[in-house]
Every structure is written in C-alpha cells, then in structure tokens.
C-alpha cells in the first residue's frame, strides 16, 4: 500500500504572515523616520531661510554711501545756486522796465561843466570827496522818432539819471576828464551810424539805455548749469538705488533656487520606492513557495 504525501501547505502560513509583519513593521519605521528627517530639513531651511533673510537686507558698501552723498550734495548745492543766483541776477533781470528793443542814432554828446560829486576810498577807515565830468548823449530813437537821453546800462540809468555813464570815483581830475573824453570821440565817430538800444514808452520815453545788463544769455546760463547739476545728481542718487534693488533682487533669486533644490533631495525618492520592492518581494514569494515540490 502506498501511503498518500502529506500537504506541507499550511505549515508556511506562520513564516510568511511572520515576514508579512516584518514588512509592516518595516514600512511604518522609514515612514516615521521619514517624517522625522523631513521635520528636520524642514527647520533646518527655517533656520537657514531666518538666515538668508538676515543676509539679504540692503547693506550698501562706502562706495555707495559716497556716491549717495555726492548726489545728494549737488541737488542741495543747485537748489542754494537757484535761491542765490535768482535773488541777484534773474529777479533784477524781471523787474527791467527797458524791454522794448530798437535802432539809436548818435546825434550829440557834450560834457557838462557841473561835475558830480562822488566819494572814493583812500584806506581802510579813509574816505575821500571828488568830482567827476558828467557827459550826455542824446540819441535819436527810430521807432518813436523823438531825441531821447542815452544811457551805458540800465544801472548808470538808476545811479544818475543825466549822465551816459558813471566812471570810478578817482582823485585825480586829469584821468577822469581824459576819459570821458575819450569816450566822447569815440562817439561822435560814431556819429550817423544805427546800433541797436532799448527804451519803454510808458514809463520812460525819454531815456534809452546801450546794453542790458542782465540779458537773456545771462539768464540761461544762470539756469541752465544749475539744472544741469540737479539732474546729474538725481542721476547718481537713482543709478545707486537701482543697483542696491537689483542686487537685492538677484539674493532673493539665488536664495529661492536653494530652497526649492534642498525640498526635493533624491534620498527622499529612494526611501519612498523601499515599501513597493518589499510588496514585490512578498508578493512574489508565497506564489513560488506555494509551487515548489517537496524533498
């Protein structure tokens, strides 16, 4: 009689629920060891984040500083040249009442016999009294047609309203009638020649004044150095801004492609494919145990 083979089957049930277990067991301790070095990255890239931001605030070099001062200097220095420049220069220039511009003729020039009295500096706390020659010029004015008095400058005209010019306060007597004379040939050469003078009808239409002396060249130089310093260091103050933002910007940039590379290590992709080759392996395992022949 033969005797029939005894199924061995059930016996590996208690390995495998035992290795089953194992797996279990296995899984759950990298899931926790996982969660664990995640928290730790995790307050690590706070700390280093904390960091970063403590890095990247705006600390600007002495280079930056003394580039910041200087433009900041020429914007203050070309408003006070503004204040002062307009004070002297463009409110005289303004408030000239010789606007109206037109063609004069040479028709006499005399010098008067009553000299004018002036006072001249012989020292420091030393003041002497002279007298100078007062020469007139009468000129005839093309626009209005009228033999009107002419004046040097719009200055002489407010110091002296009857004399052409008012020469420097000199002891010497022979000097200063030299030179009015002096001036007196030169125009009567001039004489019958047109050149150009301003006047006003309204105010005083009986003067007329040679040059301005505040023009219009004057004034655009007056404005134009100052508004030139004012834009360059506007110019210098926002070059700097802006190289201080951009390299803020490019820190932050920097600092975000860290970030994002710590967040996603290649070790985390690894523990994670652990528990899927420990499913083959088990489940692969009872089906070739079930099938293999007994010795």
């Known amino acids: 009689m033969f005797l029939q083979p005894v199924s061995h089957r059930g016996s590996f049930n208690v ?8 797996a279990r067991r296995r899984r759950t301790r990298e899931a926790i060891s996982s969660i664990s070095v995640k928290e730790k990255k995790k307050e690590n890239n706070d700390a280093k984040g904390g960091d970063k931001s403590k890095a990247q605030a705006p600390v600007s070099s002495a280079g930056e500083d003394r580039a910041i001062l200087l433009g900041v200097g020429m914007m203050g220095f070309s408003i006070l040249m503004y204040f002062v420049l307009g ?7 303004m408030m000239s009442i010789f606007s109206e511009k037109s063609n004069c003729t040479v028709m006499r020039a005399d ?6 009295e002036c006072s001249f500096m012989c020292g420091v706390d030393c003041r002497g009294q002279a007298k100078y020659p007062c ?12 033999k009107v008095l002419l004046h040097y400058n719009d200055e002489a005209i407010q110091l002296n309203p009857k004399c052409f010019y008012i020469p420097k306060c000199l002891r010497d007597r022979n000097e200063l009638l030299s030179e009015a004379e002096k001036i007196k040939r030169s125009l009567h050469h001039s004489n019958g020649s047109v050149f150009p003078c301003y006047y006003n009808p309204e105010k005083k239409p009986e003067d007329a004044i040679m040059f301005r002396k505040y023009d219009t060249t004057m004034v655009f130089h007056c ?3 100052p508004t030139l310093m004012l834009i360059g260091g506007a110019l210098i103050v926002g ?7 951009l ?14 590379q710590a967040l996603t290590p290649s070790s985390e992709d690894s523990m994670e494919s652990r528990p899927r080759r420990l499913d083959k392996i088990l489940r692969w395992r009872p089906k070739q145990m079930q099938h293999a022949p007994l010795s």
Do not use: G, Y
Not at 135 to 146: A, E, G, P
Not at 239 to 245: A, F, P, Y
């Open 15 to 22: 390995p495998i629920q035992i290795t089953m277990q194992s």
């Open 87 to 93: 004070i002297t220069l463009i409110k005289p220039f």
């Open 111 to 116: 010098i008067l016999e009553d000299w004018i």
């Open 135 to 146: 020469l007139q010029v009468f000129v005839n004015l093309s626009h209005t047609r009228r």
């Open 223 to 225: 404005l134009f150095w």
């Open 239 to 245: 070059m700097v801004k802006l190289t201080q933002h």
């Open 247 to 260: 390299s803020q910007m490019c820190a932050e940039f920097s600092a975000a492609q860290e970030e994002t």
